[in-house]
Structure formats: C-alpha cells, structure tokens
C-alpha cells in the first residue's frame, strides 16, 4: 500500500485501523508459535532482524516486529489524529495522509488549510519531537496547523500549556497505556 493517500471519510479510517489490528494480530500468533519452542537469543534475533513481524498495512509484507511496533503506533495516531479532524473540521475533508518517510505534512487537507504533524512516544519532549514538529508546521502556508501526540498520561484532547505561535497541540487516547 503507498504511504502517502487521501482518506475521504471515517468508513475509509476504520478499514485503516482493521488492516493494521489484522497485522499486529497475525504478529501475536508468529510470536506464540515460537514463544516455546525457540531459544530465547533467536526469537529476540528474529524480532530485531526479521522472520517475526509484518508491515502494519499489509500483514502479507513481512518486516521485523521492532519497526512493526514503531510504525504501527506512529499510524495509529494519525488515524486517532483524524478522527480529531473527522469530527471538528470535515468542511476541510478529505485530508491527505504522508506515512513515514512520504513528503509532506503528516496530515495535510486536500484543500491545503491544514497541516498537522503526528507522532507517538514516551514523552512530547523525547528527541525534542514536539519542538521539531511545531517549527516543521510553522514553515507550511496552513491556516490552521496542528501537532498531534500519542504519549501515555496525558488526558485526550487539546493541550494549551504546550501550544506556541498558534499551533495547536493535541494529545490522543494512549491504547492502553501502562
């Protein structure tokens, strides 16, 4: 599947969020048939390097479980960040969706007022990530602009005391977070 596409509608969003819940399901079986019969040095191995793990948008593309995990979590939170954008802006859908390494905003409106970048990690200041992302959505021509962040113990929704130069920062649901 490419990693940059246009999703029109919530209906599209959810068969989004199947195909990478189908990927992290198959995973969890390849992880079960090898927790017991697999030494320990090999299955890490096959789960750093290969032979466990899919790509999170087609669980017939194998890929090792680490970027699986990286991946999968970075998409979930775009897919969560449009749902944000679904329901408080559809007057700006469809919105383009730039996965991983595509060009681009990470969330972008077809009609180009919105630029949003989207990412998911232990804390918003690991990597200085939502200082990167705010600079990165400022220098688009976007009205509005966003930074969306998956990070456990932040409550859902819009977070002011981290907003700078009217960019709008929003925390999304954690899925079940420790």
Do not use: H
């Not at 509608?9 to 989004?16: G, T």
């Not at 990927?23 to 191995?45: A, E, G, H, R």
């Not at 939170?77 to 996965?99: C, D, G, I, Q």
Request: net charge negative; proline share 5%; with cysteine.
């Amino acid at each position: 599947m490419p990693k940059s596409f246009t999703v029109n509608d919530i209906n599209e969003l959810e068969q989004l969020k199947q195909k990478l819940y189908e990927s992290m399901d198959k995973t969890l079986l390849q992880i079960s048939s090898n927790i017991t019969s697999t030494p320990s040095k090999t299955l890490f191995s096959k789960m750093k390097f290969g032979g466990i793990g899919f790509d999170p948008l087609d669980s017939n593309r194998p890929l090792n479980i680490i970027e699986q995990i990286n991946q999968s979590f970075t998409y979930l939170s775009s897919f969560y960040a449009l749902e944000v954008l679904f329901t408080e802006y559809p007057e700006l859908a469809p919105f383009r969706l730039n996965l991983g390494t595509a060009p681009g905003s990470d969330i972008e409106s077809e009609c180009g007022g919105l630029a949003a970048e989207v990412f998911a990690a232990v804390a918003p200041t690991s990597n200085q990530k939502l200082k990167k992302d705010i600079n990165k959505v400022l220098a688009t021509d976007a009205k509005l602009r966003f930074v969306f962040f998956m990070c456990p113990n932040f409550e859902l929704g819009r977070q002011l005391q981290l907003e700078k130069e009217d960019v709008i920062v929003w925390a999304l649901k954690a899925v079940n977070a420790i």
